[in-house]
């Protein structure tokens, strides 16, 4: 078993609240906790890129040394890079939280 990571905030990853949102735009906890597992099962462990548009935020931003990635189009680059190196790489969440804050999860990267 590979040493767990800490959690990682949502908010590196997920954006869906607009800056302008009304109380509609937001997303409720299960719905954020749900967005991020479909992140790691659909596109991370299966390469689905398709689904890309409709769980990152035009507005996301991971900044790194090399680069910054952003937006749903930076994000498929940044993850078929990985798939590309690291086939058989795998994410399984141990644990999504999300009351009190931003959803965080906990979870360990194996290989198949």
Known sequence: ????????PISR??????????KE????????KATLKRIYDE??????????PELISPEYLYRTPQRDIKGPDGFSSMITIWRTAFPDLLYAIDEVVGEGGAPQ????SCRS
């Open 13 to 22: 990853l997920l954006s869906r609240i607009k800056s302008n949102s009304t």
């Open 43 to 52: 596109v991370w462990n299966k390469g689905n890129m398709s689904v890309v």
């Open 25 to 32: 735009d937001v997303m409720s906890v299960e719905e954020n």
């Open 105 to 108: 999860e906990g979870f360990q």
């Open 1 to 8: 078993m590979l040493p767990r990571r800490g959690p990682i």
